[in-house]
């Protein structure tokens, strides 16, 4: 998994002034070295660059650093790449058939040759988790996997193209300067830690969609979508159902256990991270070798551990009945309340951007510890979305809630700025036009109506926007010390598949991801397997919570404070001496009054930094 970025205008030539752009090209990669700090390399050609920073999981040999360059007759390619393509063996069989060499064993080398080959259409030969750009001489093409996996944004200013793995890679261009304009604000206290499909929050900022490619060329820019979701009746029973997604769980997994360096796997003791794990642990256990483990808790949550609707109990336990059922060789990491705090900033600095909190903050740390053990881990995101493992597809409020149904009641958002700022921003409004946007792009079956086309749209809103929100909280995190994060549930052909299975076989007679938990019957121990959902752990020490109000106490005491030019001082003030009620969201499952603490001061370093 690396960083790429790079650039391309048609209206200059860039070999003119070749040291400087070159140099450009290093500042420009090593704004995200935290991303593969293995390699790196530049390539430069009369109207494009391309930078690159690698982290070696597969071909590890020096043959495979990028920008990876290949000649066919009188055309050179150029490729910088991150990801994982997972399928490579029968993309080179069929490479090779057609008289390609390979000098490498990374995937970069069958990615570019398959370019080579098949042009653009060659993405829709790729399983895995990818965002690339191939400069051809006349054009170049940006591409993004079909789940969002991994991130790629870009901004396009006066003819110039500018992209990369994160948008610290752009700002290093000195023609780009971050802009805080007043949508920007609109997204930060409506929208955010979600975005918007294609919407990179700053002015003028974009991502290339999941499923789709960009090209760029003296033509202009234009965006492509070569995947997308398409439904139609589901034909099998419920046993050939359950039979088939244990097949594609266990294809998946398996399939990303590829790497030349050692894979381990998150294990929180939750039902999704379990059966990755079992699987992943018999994989290894048949080429005799033991899954390396990990789980994450904070110091002193046996003792202020609070239950509630949304985390009913701890993980654990739950985890100490895998270690008795499953051979592995098993990693406990806490965080103290103070790195928790501090790691706020760093979690902003990673995303560029406020974001979810200290659910980032925690998994920013968790992942640096992992990363000195492991280079590769797989998790097990994505499977509350396709299996309708959330609230939101069971409780009547967020079914028949007009919005996004992660984020029903945004008033405490809109209750904290100042009165002609929240006017001025019509955040309600604004959250409204988004969501039904999204719900018109909803590919319904033919005749569906009710509780059935309503249960359709909240499949889609949690895959179009959640989902991909997770992703890139995953991405983020992992990378910023360097650890790539597979993610199997995400396989497109899981996502396709479950796309058209019926939700009452998804969750039959109301049972949270029972199609789920009946295709994996005698891989899990059965405490395990029917255990209630639990989200992503979370601190209920109150020490925590002293530091938030602590350090946003001062922010608002601070009359130079970026932050009080926005918020009303006394509903910030309130909403400090507020208690904390950690059973009512105000974003997703995890993000009560004490998260809403810590995104404010996310916001007031945010502004700050960029501002």
């Given at each position: ?148 996996i991994k991130p790629l944004f870009y901004t396009i200013q006066n003819g110039l193209l500018v992209f990369g793995s994160e948008l610290k890679a752009i700002f290093a261009h000195p023609d780009i300067t971050p802009i805080i304009d007043d949508d920007v604000i609109r997204k930060v206290f409506s929208i955010l830690p979600a ?220 209750s904290l700025l100042k009165k002609d700022i929240a006017k001025k921003l019509s955040i309600k409004e604004y959250v409204h036009d988004i969501y039904k946007k999204t719900l018109a792009q909803v590919p319904y079956l033919d005749g569906e109506t009710g509780i059935k086309r309503r249960q359709r749209e909240i499949s889609y ?106 918020i009303d001082k006394t509903a910030a003030e309130n909403l400090i001496n507020s208690p904390a009620d950690y059973g009512k969201p105000w974003f997703g499952q995890l993000m009560s009054t004490p998260q809403m603490l810590a995104y404010l001061i996310e916001v007031n370093y945010w502004l700050e930094k960029y501002a």
């Amino acid at each position: 998994m690396c960083g790429i970025t790079g650039f391309a205008d048609f209206g200059q030539n860039f070999l003119d002034n070749a040291d400087k752009n070159i140099r450009l090209l290093k500042t420009m990669h090593q704004a995200i070295a935290h991303r593969g700090g293995d390699a790196s390399g530049e390539f430069l050609d009369k109207n494009a660059g391309l930078g690159h920073a690698r982290l070696t999981i597969r071909g590890l040999e020096s043959a495979s650093n990028q920008p990876l360059l290949r000649t066919q007759g009188q055309k050179q390619y150029a490729i910088v790449y991150n990801g994982e393509i997972y399928n490579t063996s029968e993309i080179n069989a069929d490479l090779a058939d057609k008289g390609y060499k390979f000098d490498t064993t990374s995937d970069t080398e069958s990615v570019l040759y398959a370019f080579m080959e098949y042009g653009a259409d060659c993405v829709k030969l790729f399983n895995g988790i990818f965002a690339f750009a191939v400069w051809d001489g006349e054009s170049l093409y940006l591409f993004r996997d079909r789940s969002g996996i991994k991130p790629l944004f870009y901004t396009i200013q006066n003819g110039l193209l500018v992209f990369g793995s994160e948008l610290k890679a752009i700002f290093a261009h000195p023609d780009i300067t971050p802009i805080i304009d007043d949508d920007v604000i609109r997204k930060v206290f409506s929208i955010l830690p979600a975005r918007t499909e294609g919407d990179g929050v700053f002015k003028n900022m974009h991502e290339i969609k999941y499923g789709c490619y960009g090209v760029f060329n003296k033509s202009g820019f234009s965006e492509h979508r070569y995947w997308q979701l398409e439904s139609r009746p589901h034909t099998e029973t419920y046993e050939e159902t359950a039979d088939h997604l244990k097949a594609l769980i266990t294809d998946a997994v398996r399939g990303q256990m590829v790497a030349d360096v050692p894979v381990c796997s998150f294990l929180s003791g939750g039902l999704d991270s379990c059966i990755v794990t079992a699987i992943a642990s018999e994989f290894l256990r048949e080429k005799h070798k033991i899954l390396n483990t990990f789980s994450f808790d904070f110091t002193e949550n046996d003792r202020y551990f609070v239950s509630n609707s949304f985390q009913p109990e701890q993980d654990k336990p739950y985890v100490r009945k895998m270690l008795k059922h499953f051979s592995l060789n098993h990693t406990f990491l806490e965080c103290s309340q103070p790195d928790l705090a501090d790691y706020l900033y760093k979690a902003v600095d990673a995303k560029d951007m406020p974001g979810m909190a200290d659910v980032d903050a925690s998994l920013l740390y968790f992942c640096k510890e992992v990363k000195k053990h492991n280079k590769v881990t797989l998790t097990g995101e994505c499977a509350d979305e396709i299996f309708g493992g959330y609230p939101w597809f069971h409780r009547e409020e967020f079914i028949n809630a007009d919005t996004f149904p992660w984020s029903v009641n945004i008033d405490v958002r809109e209750s904290l700025l100042k009165k002609d700022i929240a006017k001025k921003l019509s955040i309600k409004e604004y959250v409204h036009d988004i969501y039904k946007k999204t719900l018109a792009q909803v590919p319904y079956l033919d005749g569906e109506t009710g509780i059935k086309r309503r249960q359709r749209e909240i499949s889609y809103l949690n895959l179009n926007q959640f989902m991909t929100t997770l992703l890139w909280r995953m991405d983020t995190t992992s990378m910023y010390s360097g650890l790539e994060a597979r993610v199997p549930f995400a396989d497109h052909r899981i996502i396709e598949y479950m796309w058209n299975v019926p939700f009452d076989m998804k969750c039959p007679n109301g049972v949270v991801k029972g199609l789920l938990r009946d295709s994996v019957k005698g891989l899990l121990p059965e405490e395990l397997r029917l255990r209630k959902k639990s989200p992503y752990p979370k601190t209920y020490n109150p020490e925590y919570e002293r530091i938030l109000k602590q350090r946003l106490t001062k922010i608002l005491n601070d009359k130079n404070a970026s932050l009080n030019t926005l918020i009303d001082k006394t509903a910030a003030e309130n909403l400090i001496n507020s208690p904390a009620d950690y059973g009512k969201p105000w974003f997703g499952q995890l993000m009560s009054t004490p998260q809403m603490l810590a995104y404010l001061i996310e916001v007031n370093y945010w502004l700050e930094k960029y501002a």
